[in-house]
């Protein structure tokens, strides 16, 4: 296939995906149902404060519960960094390994 052909339909699909997928963009956090005079609905900017006001007193009352993050947790932060420096440095381990001997290890060296 001819590669200017090529590259003007990658570069046209792009472009095109890319229009798409600005045109789906959300810019506020939905508040209810909108009605045609614009009232908000049934969830209103009270019942929103209200809302938050009651996770705080919560969270207040249960200081235990932490954030909700677990960190030391294996599907948390630091458990998920443990295990993903387990697996790829087990990984670079086995090519070290691997390339240390064999038909293309330099000779002398092992």
Do not use: C, H
Request: proline content about 2%.
């Amino acid at each position: 296939m001819n590669t200017k052909v090529l590259l003007t339909a990658t570069m046209l699909s792009v472009f095109f995906f890319g229009a798409i997928g600005a045109a789906s963009v959300a810019f506020a956090q939905y508040m209810g149902n909108v009605g045609d005079a614009g009232e908000t609905g049934s969830y209103t900017l009270e019942e929103a404060l209200e809302i938050q006001r009651r996770r705080i007193e919560a969270a207040e009352a249960n200081p235990s519960s932490g954030s909700g993050t677990p960190y030391l947790d294996a599907s948390g932060v630091v458990g998920a960094a443990v295990i993903a420096g387990a697996v790829f440095g087990g990984i670079a381990g086995a090519f070290l390994i691997r390339g240390r001997s064999g038909k293309y290890a330099a000779m002398g060296r092992g």
